[in-house]
Each structure stands twice: as structure tokens, then as C-alpha cells.
């Protein structure tokens, strides 16, 4: 898994289509996954989830909502607006099914589980390796609705959903993760990362940042530490609000 995505990152920097590519590690990893055109039948399924979301009129309260702190001007949400707003978009929960479908890590993080949308990516995707997803979310309605809807697509062996403050849980755990999703408050990131790190140690080992393009200023101090060790490189995926891969060297 690493020589794949070390080299893949190599060809980044000196590429930008297929078509400058040579190594067939980089070939397969570029064709099969990230210019993968193929619809997965997954696609269709976890969509109407999404549909089900834009379409839910309920309202919870929340502290901190991410990218949708920006839009509203009350604590009171509701969860159609915060699908509409905040979360991963379809674009780049279909790159997460792939990756994952790809590389097929047996231990996946996701940090904010907010509506569930791509707790249920990573699981559809992790189920094939017989993998577990542990979600972390502070707000346990949004918890609670995320467990349904897993249930409701029969993923809830293939997840784990737990409740509290993100960092309680990073603090306390011990076992590393093959892959990590971060996508959270981000005032919390350069907080967490000594903890990311620790979770991080296997070579090859995954972190993926979203909305790093979107929200570019408020990631940056996180990008900056993540630039200074030594131990990482990145490199930054331009779909949709972009998405930030980070592997243990």
C-alpha cells in the first residue's frame, strides 16, 4: 500500500493527467481508482440517503457545525439545510468509496460524523475487507440518526458510533488506524494532531483532511505542521472543497 501511494504522490507533483504516468503502480492507482469512471451500484444507494437528508425537516441543536457555522445564525438547525451545507459532498464521498474500495483498510476513523453521509462511504466500501469504522460526533442526536440510517442500509455491523468530544477519544485510544477521515471543528485540528500522529505510526497508514481548499485558512495551521514532520507527506486532491492526503512515510 505505501509504495503505491508514495509513488502516486511523486507522480502528482510532476503530472497532472494519465498520460505522463509509467509506473504500473501509479498507472493501476490513478486509473482504477481516481479517474475510475465506473457507477458503482453503491453510488445510486448511498445518494437516496443523501435525498433522505434533504428532505428531513427536523431540527437539532448544535455548538459547532463546521462549514455550516458560516451560513447560520442560530444554533438551531435544520438537518436538510445541514446536508445541503456542511458534510462531504457527493463528488467527494465517491472519491472515499473508491479510495477505500481500493486500498481496503481494515481499521477506519472518521472524525465528526455529522449527518452520517460518509460514516456510510467508508462502510459500504470497508465491508469487503470484513473492516470497522469508528465515528466520532459530539452531538448524540446526530449520532443517534446517523445509527438509524446505517441500520436502514444494514451497515451497522461494519460500524461503530461513539459519543463525546473528538479529542477525549484520541487522547484515550491506543490502537492505530490504517485510514482517519478528519472532518471536524477545525479550530480543533493542530490540537488533535500530536494524537493523529500517534494513531498514525504503520508505514503506509492514511489521513485524509477535507475541505481544504474551501476552507484553506482556517486548515493551514494544521497543513503547516503536517509539512514540518518529516515522517509525512501530502498532497492535496482538487475535488470539490478539496481533500488533503496525508501517509505515513
Known amino acids: 500500500m505505501l509504495h503505491i501511494i508514495k509513488s502516486y504522490l511523486k507522480f502528482l507533483f510532476h503530472s497532472k493527467n494519465e498520460h505522463g504516468v509509467h509506473s504500473p503502480f501509479v498507472f493501476d492507482l490513478v486509473t482504477k481508482c481516481f479517474y475510475d469512471n465506473t457507477k458503482y451500484p453503491e453510488y445510486e444507494t448511498l445518494k437516496s440517503y443523501r435525498k433522505s437528508l434533504l428532505e428531513n425537516k427536523n431540527t437539532i441543536d448544535v455548538t459547532d457545525f463546521g462549514a455550516g457555522s458560516r451560513v447560520f445564525k442560530s444554533n438551531t438547525r435544520q438537518i436538510a439545510k445541514i446536508a445541503q451545507t456542511a458534510g462531504i459532498s457527493p463528488k467527494r464521498a465517491e472519491l472515499l468509496f473508491r479510495i477505500v474500495n481500493y486500498f481496503q483498510p481494515e481499521t477506519i476513523l472518521e472524525i465528526g460524523?455529522?449527518?452520517?453521509?460518509?460514516?456510510?462511504?467508508?462502510?459500504?466500501?470497508?465491508?469487503?475487507?470484513?473492516?470497522?469504522?469508528?465515528?466520532?460526533?459530539?452531538?448524540?442526536?446526530?449520532?443517534?440518526?446517523?445509527?438509524?440510517?446505517?441500520?436502514?442500509?444494514?451497515?451497522?455491523?461494519?460500524?461503530?458510533?461513539?459519543?463525546?468530544?473528538?479529542?477525549?477519544?484520541?487522547?484515550?485510544?491506543?490502537?492505530?488506524?490504517?485510514?482517519?477521515?478528519?472532518?471536524?471543528?477545525?479550530?480543533?485540528?493542530?490540537?488533535y494532531w500530536e494524537d493523529l500522529k500517534r494513531l498514525l505510526t504503520s508505514t503506509g497508514s492514511t489521513l485524509i483532511v477535507d475541505n481544504v481548499i474551501s476552507h484553506a485558512a482556517e486548515v493551514k495551521p494544521l497543513l503547516e505542521l503536517i509539512k514540518q514532520d518529516e515522517a509525512f507527506m501530502s498532497t492535496i486532491l482538487a475535488v470539490g472543497a478539496g481533500l488533503c492526503m496525508v501517509v505515513v512515510k
Do not use: C, M
Not at 469487503?128 to 460526533?137: M, Q
Not at 440518526?145 to 473528538?166: H, M, S
Open 113 to 191: 460524523t455529522s449527518t452520517g453521509y460518509s460514516t456510510l462511504w467508508l462502510a459500504d466500501a470497508a465491508k469487503v475487507v470484513d473492516g470497522k469504522v469508528i465515528t466520532l460526533e459530539i452531538n448524540a442526536f446526530r449520532s443517534a440518526q446517523a445509527k438509524k440510517y446505517a441500520k436502514e442500509f444494514e451497515l451497522q455491523d461494519f460500524i461503530e458510533f461513539w459519543v463525546g468530544d473528538a479529542a477525549d477519544y484520541l487522547k484515550q485510544e491506543h490502537v492505530p488506524f490504517d485510514l482517519i477521515l478528519l472532518d471536524a471543528e477545525r479550530g480543533s485540528y493542530v490540537s
